[in-house]
């Protein structure tokens, strides 16, 4: 059986040495591929950690939120990244994602799509399957709380209308935004998601709530409903 002759962070080139530059500049001087090379500690026979790190970002289009979706199977199949390597970066990422949530929690107030789309991404960005969410406010444009109240495929959900109503009148909103992902990457409506949003904006209007927007969210980009005057 072949072994993988693990190279020690000693023997690195110094451009190859993240720890260092983390140390003598500061975690912000480190490029993605450095700060994943830390986390994986070494490479193989003919990789440097930090030279496996490009490549593994290199294959998921060099952004975090497609590594992110990976499984621990799905980055084990590269020399040198076992399953206790896997399980760091992915941890790793998770702890991103968890932070991003923690920081939005502490902006209330939606002001404008932007602030819906960051708001959401943090749930949705990363998913490989349809959700559907529901957001509250109150008067004042605070958020009272969200809901996911479907989870369906890879191109579609099913929503139930009479529960969206119910939860918004079980928590006194006075405004409602609806959220979903496209896994595919396109932002643009569907005809369902069209008339969806029709159903739920006319059901909510009987009870004096107001449907103020609906948000697809794809990993980095979103389609605002109220920006394209179409709610």
């Known amino acids: ?8 962070i000693s023997e690195w080139k110094d451009s190859d040495k993240p720890r260092e530059k983390m140390i003598s500049n500061g975690k912000n ?18 990789e440097s950690a930090v030279d496996l790190a490009q490549r593994i970002l290199s294959d998921n289009q060099n952004n975090l939120i ?20 896997a399980i760091s970066i992915l941890a790793a990422l998770e702890l991103g994602q968890r932070r991003r949530q923690a920081e939005v929690i502490e ?18 960005s990363d998913l490989t399957h349809e959700s559907f969410w529901v957001i509250l406010l109150n008067r004042a444009n605070n958020i009272i709380t969200q809901k996911s109240v479907s989870e369906g495929g890879t191109t579609s959900t099913v929503v139930d209308i009479k529960m969206i109503a119910k939860y918004a009148i079980d928590n006194h ?14 932002t643009q409506p569907s005809e369902q998601d069209n008339k969806l949003t029709d159903k739920i904006k006319n059901a909510l209007n009987i009870f004096d709530i107001t449907l103020l927007d609906h948000i697809i969210v794809c990993s980095t980009k979103y389609y ?5 005057g179409n709610i």
């Open 1 to 8: 059986m072949e072994h993988t002759k693990r190279i020690p």
């Open 224 to 228: 605002s409903y109220a920006d394209e």
């Open 29 to 46: 001087s480190l490029s993605d591929a450095e700060l994943i090379a830390i986390l994986m500690g070494s490479g193989n026979s003919k």
């Open 66 to 85: 497609e590594l992110s979706r990976k499984s621990i199977s799905d980055l084990t199949i590269y020399t040198g990244v076992g399953e206790a390597k």
């Open 107 to 124: 902006r209330k107030q939606v002001k404008s799509s932007s602030d819906v789309f960051e708001y959401m991404s943090v749930y949705l």
């Open 173 to 186: 909103a006075t405004g409602v935004i609806l959220a979903h992902n496209h896994p595919s990457g396109n």
